[in-house]
């Protein structure tokens, strides 16, 4: 039988691991895993891909200044175009992490 002790220390282990997970990401990587295929490891979509599929450039700082923080997640989220979404596979803290590099490369 599971006592109300043990109980309390499995809760309090899961919240520390969960903790440590979020606490754990990096931004650069995430972008590296998840984006640089297309938009380039410099935000400057130019890789094979990023021509191909005529993704988009994030260092044009026109482009920068025309979009928010919400539609860059709703596009994270929804995919525009060939880009797949992402509104399922990533936590909420790593969309935004995304678009802070997204922000860097406008900078």
């Known amino acids: 039988m599971i006592t109300k002790q043990q109980i309390l220390v499995m ?3 899961a919240s520390v691991v969960a903790t440590a997970q979020a606490a754990t ?3 650069y990587n995430l972008y590296q895993t998840h984006c640089s295929k ?3 490891e410099s935000g400057a979509a130019d890789s094979w891909r990023g021509y191909l599929f005529f993704a988009r450039s994030f260092r044009n700082k026109e482009w920068q200044s025309k979009h928010s923080n ?3 997640l709703e596009k994270i ?3 525009p175009g060939l880009m797949p ?3 399922k596979t990533l936590t909420e803290e ?3 992490a995304l678009i802070r590099v997204i922000r860097g ?3």
């Open 94 to 96: 790593e969309k935004k």
């Open 70 to 72: 919400d539609e860059l």
């Open 85 to 87: 979404s992402y509104e």
């Open 11 to 13: 809760t309090a282990l």
């Open 25 to 27: 990401i990096e931004p």
């Open 38 to 40: 297309c938009h380039g």
């Open 77 to 79: 989220n929804k995919g």
């Open 105 to 107: 490369f406008g900078s």
